[in-house]
Nanobody, 116 residues
């Protein structure tokens, strides 16, 4: 079992930046070995992948995140981060942290609101 708690969301103006954090606890083996990801869900839309990162630090981004978002992880701190720059109103969503391995675990989400 892995428990995930996100933080760092908030209200920001377009063009601004936010840094999301996800703290993991529970099965240390899963935390270290699992791929970690950030997803988001806007009102009326399906949850979508933003970026993910392997235990070895290999990151993958979807097109809208490339060049603006950076995912990173600290296995020593059991944390995953999402640095978001040049935010746009269409980035408004609830952002979820996910741990993916033998099982998939989700945090409760953190709201990001970007005003125009």
């Amino acid at each position: 079992q892995v428990q995930l708690v996100e933080s760092g969301g908030g209200l920001v103006q377009a063009g601004g930046s936010l840094r999301l954090s996800c703290a993991a606890s529970g099965s240390m083996l899963a935390i270290v070995n699992n791929k970690m990801g950030w997803y988001r869900q806007a009102p009326g839309k399906q949850r979508e992948l933003v970026a993910d990162i392997t235990s070895g630090g290999s990151a993958k981004y979807v097109d809208f995140a490339k060049g603006r978002f950076t995912i990173s992880r600290s296995n020593a701190k059991n944390k995953v981060y999402l640095e978001m720059n040049n935010l746009k109103p269409e980035d408004t969503a609830v952002y979820y942290c996910s741990s993916m391995g033998a099982g998939t675990y989700w945090g409760q989400g953190t709201q990001v609101t970007v005003s125009s």
